[in-house]
């Protein structure tokens, strides 16, 4: 099976700052990748889908690249609302997400 | 508009079996791809399973042979029917729909989710 690692695990951030989230596959996936936004007790939601299209509905300040094995999810200006997880999925074999990597409040 | 809201979670003993159900509204089940995935609690996402459009299913390796998946078009509805249920089934299952390309496919619409306890 395909394995997804994401980093980092965790990570603190203050309103309006740029962050960045790697997602990492251990073969080639071209770019079969896509990203979820999960808060706490509710259901996952699509951000991302084929590595850097926008899920309709999505602010634009949340942004996606890559292709092949190295990916990232990037929110331009942080948000109130966009303390959550972050969970990176490929769909190239199966379907496997990464670990997780959770936005906290700095 | 889509929704999904899944039922059938509950306490169940080791061994036991559950059928949780996913009614669907604003599209047909029968026309997409639907999946169950599962969370364990403080842990990540699993898929566990996919029903396709023209009926073929798929299993992760982990429920293979203990789970089935189907849908009821009458009811426009989705299932999953767990078997010999153990301890680490233990998770939220949400049911989604798949939307599917060439080689690959993603999880458009979830459903809030249905907590499974297997415990004695």
């Known amino acids: 099976d395909i394995q997804m690692t994401q980093s980092p695990s965790s990570l603190s951030a203050s309103v309006g700052d740029r962050v960045t989230i790697t997602c990492r596959a251990s073969q080639n996936i071209n770019n079969h990748l896509n990203w979820y936004q999960q808060k706490p007790g509710t259901a996952p939601k699509l951000l991302i889908y084929?590595?850097?299209s926008l899920q309709s509905g999505v602010p634009s300040r949340f942004s996606g690249s890559g292709s092949g094995t190295d990916f990232t999810l990037t929110i331009s200006s942080l948000q109130p609302e966009d303390f959550a997880t972050y969970y990176c999925q490929q769909s190239h074999s199966k379907r496997t997400f990464g670990q997780g990597t959770k936005v906290e409040i700095k | 508009e889509v929704q999904l809201v899944e039922t059938g979670g509950g306490l169940i003993q080791p061994g036991w079996s559950q059928r949780l159900s996913c009614a669907a509204s604003g599209f047909l089940v029968s026309s997409y791809y639907m999946t169950w995935v599962r969370q364990a609690p403080g842990k990540g996402l699993e898929w566990v399973s996919v029903?396709?459009?023209?009926?073929?299913?798929y299993y992760a390796d982990s429920v293979k042979g203990r789970f089935t998946i189907s849908r009821d078009n009458s009811k426009n509805t989705l299932y999953l029917q767990m078997n010999s249920l153990r301890a680490e089934d233990t998770a939220v299952y949400y049911c989604?729909?798949?939307?599917?390309?060439?080689?690959?496919?993603?999880?458009?619409?979830w459903g809030q989710g249905t907590l499974v306890t297997v415990s004695s």
């Open positions: 029903l396709y459009t023209d009926g073929y299913t």
């Open positions: 084929l590595a850097s």
């Open positions: 989604a729909r798949l939307i599917v390309g060439s080689g690959w496919d993603y999880f458009d619409y």
